[in-house]
């Protein structure tokens, strides 16, 4: 079956740009989570998504990230006015529910590069 | 606070031998933890996990061991095998609260 995929693979922009992220789910999933990994660093949490529920937005790093769902489908993450700190794999995983510790199933992520 | 710990960013083992990956946490409320593997160019993807009731799991050739009152688990993986070699995370989870990826260890099985 399709496993969690990511769009674009690569993006490259420049500083000040604003660029958006794709995650498609596994299909029933209705936990979903978006991490970035910088160079060198662990999975750093940004947002995760449950049904309709409100997302927890804790692990944003500032007010120019954003991300959206629409029900328990498609997720875009928005980051505006980049800046080269930015750059980073953006990884989504998906899970069939987050309160017992679900599995999560990782998409390939997008490597974003900021110049 | 970094709540997991991976203090090895780096471990090579011959092939046939044992891998020990080690992973610690602070954090006494985990109910679960999660080891992942990750190849260059890939998402993480799960390889055994462990509840915090439990202090050994096993799964073929991959063993988690918890050791709760060290706050310290551990991956063997025996034998080694040279696809072994992948970036190997440790990952701890509360109910109601969200997934702690540690830092990672880069495995490297030798031929």
């Known amino acids: 079956g399709a496993g969690v995929s990511q769009s674009p693979s690569n993006k490259v922009t420049e500083k000040g740009k604003d660029v958006e992220l794709r995650c498609d789910p596994i299909s029933g999933h209705t936990a979903l989570y978006w991490y970035r990994q910088s160079l060198g660093q662990g999975l750093e949490f940004l947002i995760y998504?449950?049904?309709?529920?409100?997302?927890?937005k804790s692990g944003l790093p500032s007010d120019r990230f954003s991300a959206e769902r629409t029900g328990e489908s498609v997720s875009t993450l928005t980051i505006q006015r980049t800046q080269q700190e930015d750059s980073a794999v953006y990884l989504c995983?998906?899970?069939?529910?987050?309160?017992?510790?679900?599995?999560?199933?990782f998409g390939p992520g997008t490597r974003l590069l900021v110049l | 606070d970094q709540q997991v710990k991976q203090n090895s960013p780096s471990l090579s083992v011959q092939e046939g031998r044992i891998s020990i990956l080690n992973c610690d946490y602070t954090n006494s409320m985990f109910d679960y933890f999660l080891w992942y593997k990750k190849y260059p160019a890939e998402g993480p993807t799960f390889l055994i996990s462990i509840s915090s009731i439990k202090d050994k799991n096993e799964d073929g050739r991959f063993t988690v061991f918890l050791n709760k009152s060290a706050k310290h688990l551990s991956l063997h993986i025996v034998p080694s095998q040279p696809g072994d070699s992948a970036v190997y995370f440790c990952?701890?989870?509360?109910?109601?609260?969200?997934?702690?990826f540690g830092p990672g260890t880069r495995l490297s099985v030798l031929p």
């Open positions: 995983a998906s899970s069939l529910m987050k309160s017992s510790g679900e599995t999560q199933y």
């Open positions: 998504f449950q049904g309709n529920s409100a997302p927890d």
């Open positions: 990952a701890g989870f509360a109910v109601g609260q969200n997934f702690v």
